[in-house]
């Protein structure tokens, strides 16, 4: 049973702009956030998470937005880069599971 | 990879016989994670230990069983292997629950 749905599968975008990914919760339970980022052939690093107290994190190039209400988050690459390319996925846990609901992934490519 | 190892890196296998994969940490950290990755569907938990001989199933476990008898290995067998099993197997291993989860390289499984 998937509970966190994350889109899109695939994005292009052009070296310089604004790489969006979206990822949707059902379980208000949940209480970490992390997306991670995959290289091909490379296991997932985890790049940036945030919980449900803050609606936004920034880190270097990389924000979370976080929607509570709508039970949302999505992660923003500004001023994206070749070296961006990568998979990514979203990820949610809730305390005492000790286990992460992974996303499908998105597959982001940057023109140079 | 944070100090993660697995191996085999490649397996090629027949339908029917068993296989065993062995993740091995140098970080001494409490829980660990075996999660099997295919397109569409991301990332999903296998099996998750959570101390020596603690171990839980995750969403995916049927024709796998794990073992951890000490804190720096955790190994995943597949009985009698099925071709919806080739895959690409991640081991992860986090310190504390709701934290970062580090994974390792990953093996890819083949199945004929």
């Known amino acids: 049973q998937q509970q966190v749905k994350q889109s899109p599968q695939s994005l292009i975008v052009q070296k310089g702009g604004i790489s969006i990914i979206n990822c949707a919760y059902e379980?208000?339970?949940?209480?970490?956030f992390p997306w991670y980022q995959q290289f091909p052939g490379k296991g997932p690093a985890l790049l940036i998470a945030i919980r449900p107290d803050v609606s936004e994190k920034k880190e270097g190039r990389f924000t979370i937005s976080f929607n509570k209400s709508a039970k949302q988050f999505s992660l923003h690459i500004m001023d994206s880069q070749p070296g961006d390319s990568a998979t990514y996925f979203c990820?949610?846990?809730?305390?005492?599971?000790?286990?992460?609901?992974f996303g499908t992934g998105t597959r982001l490519k940057v023109l140079a | 990879d944070a100090g993660i190892t697995q191996s085999p890196r490649h397996k090629v296998t027949e339908t029917g016989t068993p296989v065993t994969l062995r993740c091995h940490q140098t970080?001494?950290?409490?829980?660990m994670y075996w999660y099997r990755q295919d397109p569409g569907h991301g990332l999903r938990l296998i099996h998750y230990?959570?101390?020596?001989?603690?171990?839980d199933k995750g969403e995916v476990s049927d024709g796998y069983s794990v073992s951890r008898s000490k804190t720096e290995d955790f190994l995943l067998t597949l009985e009698s292997a099925t071709s919806s099993q080739t895959s690409v197997y991640f081991c992860a291993i986090s310190e504390r629950e709701l934290e970062t989860q580090y994974f390792g390289p990953g093996t890819r499984l083949l199945v004929l």
């Open positions: 970080e001494n950290h409490r829980y």
């Open positions: 379980n208000t339970a949940f209480d970490y």
């Open positions: 990820a949610a846990s809730k305390a005492g599971t000790y286990k992460y609901i």
């Open positions: 230990s959570y101390g020596v001989k603690d171990t």
